[in-house]
């Protein structure tokens, strides 16, 4: 939200429309992906483990570069702690899909 208010999808030549549709759209994958969790489908581990590691990513390659080239970023500390949640959750979603993946593998094969 903190780079919508500060314009920083159109300082890049991005559309802040292109790029709500975008988020927007990563946020009904999660939550299909939490329907079929539900359901103990397969599938929802897998989206989730793809949307940690995008969320990851996307994190660190934005912003990562620009919070180590200035010491002051943003709205300092607060700002700082956005983008490193967003890093820790993603990896955090990513390892916790791959272990239900795992753990779900040898449910199935115990059956």
Partial sequence: ??????GEPAKNGV??????FVVAGMFALQGLALFWAGQKDRRSYFIHAGLGIFWTLAAGIAQLPVILASSNYRSGFISVAYVAGMIVIGILL????????????????GK
């Fill in 94 to 109: 990513f390892l916790a899909s791959l272990q239900a993946l795992k753990n779900n593998g040898k449910t199935q094969a």
């Fill in 15 to 20: 559309p802040a429309a292109v790029l709500s």
């Fill in 1 to 6: 939200m903190e780079d919508f208010a500060l």
